[in-house]
């Protein structure tokens, strides 16, 4: 299974941005769907982004981040990337990225270090 290794979080101001990256030890060519997903304090993980590579490249969003965030992958450099802009308090959460086969392995899927994202009001 490739290792993945989340950076770019960071404390911010409401309405600022940051770009978080995932960084695969090894090829994400041929993973399905790769994905941010997030979780904070005493609440369950909930499904950010995610980003297939199939034959269309289908994009899922939260319906809470949709028109804010941008998830992108970079399969030569073997990246993911969030691009987070008009952030919100509700967006403060520890954020991990996921190679997924399908997107609701997202609910098991082991944990790395994940990045945190805190947003001040």
């Known amino acids: 299974q490739v290792q993945l290794v989340e950076s770019g979080g960071g404390l911010v101001q409401a309405g600022g941005s940051l770009r978080l990256s995932c960084a695969a030890s090894?090829?994400?060519?041929?993973?399905?769907?790769m994905a941010w997903y997030r979780q904070a304090p005493g609440k369950e993980r909930e499904l950010v982004a995610g980003?297939?590579?199939?034959?269309?490249?289908?994009?899922y969003y939260l319906d809470s981040v949709k028109g804010r965030f941008t998830i992108s992958r970079d399969n030569a450099k073997n990246m993911l990337y969030l691009q987070m802009n008009s952030l919100k308090p509700e967006d403060t959460a520890m954020y991990y990225c996921?190679?997924?086969?399908?997107?609701?392995?997202?609910?098991?899927?082991?944990r790395g270090q994940g990045t945190q994202v805190t947003v001040s009001s």
């Open positions: 090894g090829s994400i060519f041929s993973i399905n769907v």
């Open positions: 996921a190679a997924l086969n399908y997107y609701s392995d997202f609910i098991d899927y082991p």
């Open positions: 980003i297939s590579d199939g034959g269309g490249g289908s994009i």
